[in-house]
């Protein structure tokens, strides 16, 4: 889980979302993110962690339901929700901690 650390611990906002290819709510944002990652360029990173391939992470960050996102910045949780969001909302809620 270090690589963990290193992914978070950056002064630009990084939203992870954690999904599984068999959870249809996760599927679906697949694009929503691919949209919000365009949108916001390197001003923020959006890094999508499967839970089936990253289980420790997974449960000690307590990833009950999908898909869950969360925003980190300088290695702090700043957001976190369960369920889909729209590209628009998401783009809003990390302008926040640009």
Do not use: C
């Not at 839970?51 to 960050?61: G, T, W, Y």
């Amino acid at each position: 889980m270090s690589k963990f650390g290193e992914l978070i611990d950056v002064n630009i906002p990084v939203l992870l979302d954690f999904f599984t290819e068999w959870n249809e709510q996760s599927t679906a944002m697949h694009p929503v993110l691919r949209d919000v990652a365009a949108a916001l360029g390197d001003k923020a990173k959006v890094i999508k962690i499967d839970i089936d391939k990253n289980k420790e992470l997974s449960e000690a960050l307590r990833v009950k339901s999908l898909p869950t996102l969360i925003i980190y910045k300088n290695g702090e949780m700043k957001w976190r929700q369960s369920g889909a969001q729209d590209a628009n909302t998401l783009i809003a809620i990390i302008q926040d901690f640009v």
